[in-house]
């Protein structure tokens, strides 16, 4: 699940990847803004917002929301430069190491929450999980080639869309192709559908236990990504 990319990758593997990041996705961004009334990870939200602060004249809000832009695109970027050097040493598992540093932010996230004062600790906390959401967001999509995206569902939400076209278009495609789109949206529901469900998740987390909840996400974390790391380091074959 953490270990072949691109083109060696099935279906089944883009789908196991899929449910179980969204669903820590959706959690982490329904929890941080239930707690701090901020979405994480709507960055279309956030770009929006940011336009219609500017708009408006209120330049601090709108610094905000700038922030938040720009630790999504950084934790895109420390993700990438970590893959990178990666694939240069030949590192099968550096998948797993980049969900692995995930969860090891969002336990230091979580603690933060939990002992620091909430003025403080709420700014430095939101930014974090943005930076977070785009470090997952960028391993789930360079190694599936793009086939899989966690943290938000606008383009899984228009892949559906023009895949049930596709499907209901008799003729249009040979029936292979048929099959295969079919799988995508499978896909692309499932991924949908496991965000919705950690979103539910964060929320009630986030009632009954406070930042606690985090703490139970980063587990899910290791729980995925220690294995997939132990495996990347058997011999092949």
Known sequence: ???????????????????????????VNAAGFRALGYFSANMTGNVSTLSDMLALGRIGTALWFFLLVLAFILGAFVSGLLIEAGHRRRIRGIYA?????EAALLVVLALMDLYWSVAFAGHVMLIGLSALMGLQNAAT???????????????IATDIGLEL???ASPGAAPHDTRRLVAARRGLHLATLLAFFGGGLAGVWGYEMAGPVVFLAVALLLFALAVPQLRRSFAPEG
């Open 1 to 27: 699940m953490l270990i072949h990319a691109g083109a060696d990758r099935s279906v089944s593997v883009d789908l196991r990847l899929a449910v179980w990041l969204a669903l820590a996705a959706g959690a």
């Open 97 to 101: 190491f980049s969900i692995l540093l």
């Open 141 to 155: 999509t360079r190694i599936s080639d793009g086939r899989v995206r966690t943290s938000h569902v606008s383009g």
């Open 165 to 167: 076209a596709a499907l």
